[in-house]
Every structure is written in structure tokens, then in C-alpha cells.
């Protein structure tokens, strides 16, 4: 899944499934070492734990008195950085 310009590029389950396959098979060849596709299965750990976030909230946003809360939070600034 490599991007050339160096862009984003739109990730979701099966996107991410794929790449830990292609890091499988990378590993098995031996284009790369465990020490790499430990790292790329972290990363990759990661982008899963946002995506359970944004189905979370996004079931969550589904409840009007909770969405008018939540967006009352999320328009607040951090009260440990400056304004």
C-alpha cells in the first residue's frame, strides 16, 4: 500500500487486513525482518483502535442528548494549553 505522493490514503478494516497479509507474506520471504512487521503490526494496532473509536462515537452520535454534550466537548479548548 505504498502512496508515491506521499498523501493519505483512506484506511478501513479490509484496507488494513490486507496490508498485515502483504507484511505476512513479506515476512515469510524474507523481505523484511520480525523487528519490521512487529512495528507495521503496531501501526497498524493503532489505526485499528481509531477506527473502533469512530464507530464508537459514531453509535454513540446516534443518541440526540449525548451528541449536544459531545459537541459541547469538543468545541472546549484544553485547559493545560494556551489560548
Known sequence: MEDNNKG???????????L????MQKL???DIDINQAAAMSKLVGQASN???????????MTNPDFRDTHRNLESR???SLPE
Open 8 to 18: 493519505m490514503i483512506p484506511v478501513n478494516t479490509k484496507s488494513m487486513f490486507s
Open 20 to 23: 498485515l497479509c502483504v507484511y
Open 28 to 30: 515469510d520471504s524474507n
Open 50 to 60: 481509531l477506527l473502533n473509536y469512530e464507530l464508537k462515537r459514531a453509535a454513540l
Open 77 to 79: 479548548n484544553f485547559d
